[in-house]
């Protein structure tokens, strides 16, 4: 899943009762710039945060970059793992940030996604095979590695913005999640274990004309459409030794992926001439494009102890690498508005000394 990853681990998010539960008003904070905004994050301008406690992560704009939707789980008070929320972004200093729920407040969701309407959003649920949050595997069992749980009651749904499910768009045994939807609004893309390993999938928006468009054994998920809807772009775990390959094989026979090693790849919208574009060695993942082509993502590789975890930016090529976060806790997930005016992103930064993962919005500027 893409949302696994950070230095105190983003939570696993939430649940509520009703899907039309309205969060309070966030508290306008004041913070200085050494809390929210770094020396040497030169790319950042009037960065501003916009939710206040829990773990806030995966937070995505709609098509106009009106809205955004994101996976939430605050355990202090009363959600225990992840759901779907969704609010109006501010327009004025003094305008504050009202998310609501949208998914159904059961089960344990991920990867939400507005479609080009607006009016609806694509997710991955577990709600159908239990009300209940699934269980956290046992670390223990396994050496006390680090693992990510790889839900077979997994599913993708269609949702309207109110929270209401429209359709059941995946029906296959086994995980379904991580979709995203091309700019062109004709396809989207998604990571499925219907074939016995995690691959790349795409389908159109009514969930028909599934085609598989990976094929290489590993960990193949979090995918992007680039601008014009050509080329996708994703990260994967690509296990080699004989070593490697039976960790990997062993682990998904439980539902589980060990995600330690992962670098970005691209290639064309159907799959074909997939290309490694980064070596840089550990987690190099939530990767996705600017507005006018580039690649923006995450990585931990810069540190031999596994954190911080910052965000990069590079050509699609995977030159000219440049680090445009500096928290030393954990930036990541980010995603560029439509006209590439703003970034969003979530960070521990500014959280008081708790581990709580926060979203922070703010201004691109560009290298002069």
Known sequence: MKFLITLPFIGLFAWMNQST??????????????????DGENHFANVRQLTFGGDNAEAYFSFDGKYVVYQRTDVKNGIP????????????????????????????????????????????STHLGSKDCPPAPDKKKYGNKYIWPIYESFDIFK????????KQLTKTKGYDAEATISPK???????????????????????????????ALGYDGGAWFSPDGKKILWRASRPKTEAEIKEYKDLLKENLVAPTNMEVWIANAD????????????????????????????????????????MYLMNADGSNIQKISRDKGFDAFPMFSPNGKKIIFGSNRNNGGTRDTNLFIADWVDAK
């Open 271 to 310: 799959g074909s001439d997939a290309k490694q574009i980064t070596k840089l060695g550990q987690a190099n993942w939530a990767p996705n494009f600017t507005p006018d082509g580039n690649v923006v993502f995450c990585s931990n590789h810069e540190y031999k102890r596994g954190f911080p975890f910052n």
């Open 81 to 124: 793992c992840d759901q779907i929320w969704m609010g109006k972004l501010p327009e004025s200093p003094n305008e504050p940030f009202v998310p609501k729920l949208v998914s159904t407040g059961t089960g344990r969701t991920t990867c939400a996604y507005f479609y080009p309407d607006g009016k609806h959003i694509v997710y991955g």
């Open 21 to 38: 539960t309205t969060e309070p008003a966030q508290s306008i904070v004041v913070a200085t710039n050494d809390t929210v905004h770094f």
């Open 159 to 166: 949702a309207d913005t109110n929270g209401r499910i429209v």
């Open 185 to 215: 609004g004709d396809r989207m893309v998604f990571t499925s274990m219907r074939d016995g390993d995690l691959e790349l999938y795409t389908m159109d928006l009514n969930g028909k004309k599934v085609k598989r468009i990976t094929n």
